[in-house]
């Protein structure tokens, strides 16, 4: 028996190879699905059976890919309702993959139809779980998520713990947790940067599996805090439900060079210029109004949280050579619709005469011998906020900044911060973008100032 974690830390997202004696069992698996084939190939083995936990709202899954490139029945847990061919299966419902056994148990509450894989090993021992996003490591799967459910938050919050009491703790404290997501995800709200664990441990550290919890307590908690769901979540559902394009077609039509000249004409038309290079280099020179999301970030669901809609049409400025791996991490949360990216980067815009701006900066050393009347606007998260943070500041969190931005009305200039500084360049690019330049940004951010303020 082999189980193996691909996990892929942009998305904070695991999905799984399951082998034994040449059947293989794939468990929610990205949009690309080149690894799952490849490794089946090398073992001389077939992909069996594709098990989703539930319909994912945060990327869109390579369910329909795999099975179309693999032959394997798609299969979901019970209320799953989509447009193709797959199998609902009954909970406690049994999968043969070679000596071992796959069940499906029902475990509503994240959503309707989310379902929790149990492996039983050749020996019918249970050997693990692919908790999908009912359990995480640190955390469990927030309720509002469903999506067209006539269930109220706190109906399904109910649902939750009913699973997780039912259904999973009464599983053996060594049974193996392999979850749907890690650290970054919003699926939940405090993750553990941890991917593998044990359901013992979580019985003792995660605070929604507590001994003597009431449900009343669970759903208190669970909810409370919970951020509103990214605008692109539905799309997504949708894309997953009804069915997508394949990577190779989107790469096909969204592979395009545009010269320097293209891309200026590109500009008159309603599109979004989304610049992904490094932080550094937006800052020292980009295209006036363009966005930055960097790919060396938390890029894809950075693009989801602040471009909101997947029907929108993007050019890229990229760095050379990256400019298709831009095109498949954007289509892993839905955002399909790319014309092209700029030909020789930002290097050929200004050789063909176009204008840049830039992003003034303020060292942290600089910053921290100002006067402590200087105006600052911290776009960390709420909780970040809240557990430390720089006297007079203003905290705009960088989901909300774009629909904010009337609150950004200080008359002198003020300075941009977030925990390490890529979250406050993509703030400084929706600034700019909006008309507000009286600013500068804070390399490193509040992790730099605290260096030069202890």
Known sequence: MKVEQIYTKCLSQGSYYIESNNEVAIIDPLREVDIYLSKAKTSNSKIKYIFETHIHADFISGHLNLAKESGAEIVYGPKAETSFENIVAKDYQEFKIGDITIVAIHTPG???????????????KDHAIFTGDTLFLGDVGRPDLSQNSSMSNRDLASMLFDSLRNKIMTLSDDVIIYPGHGEGSSCGKDLSSETIGTLGDQKRTNYALRENMTKDEFIREVLDGLLDPP???????????????????????????LTAKEFDNML??????????????????????SIFIGLDGRFAPWVGEILEDVSKRLILVAPEGREKEAIIRLSRVGFDNVIGYLEGGISSWIKNGGIVSKVLNESASKFSTIDNNKDILDVRSKNEYKSESLLNSINIPLIDLSKSIDKVSFEKTFYVHCKGGYRSMIAASILLANGISNFSNIPGGYDKIKNYNS
């Not at 605008?231 to 039509?253: C, H, T």
């Open 110 to 124: 994240h959503t309707i139809e989310s379902t929790t894989y149990l492996l039983k090993d050749s020996c019918g």
């Open 231 to 257: 605008k692109y979540f539905p799309d997504n559902v949708m894309l997953n439900k009804e069915g997508y394009d394949e990577s190779d077609e989107i790469i096909n039509r969204s592979f395009n060079s």
């Open 268 to 289: 008159k038309e309603k599109i979004t210029i989304l610049d992904v290079r490094s932080v550094e280099d937006f800052s020292s020179s980009h295209i006036p109004g």
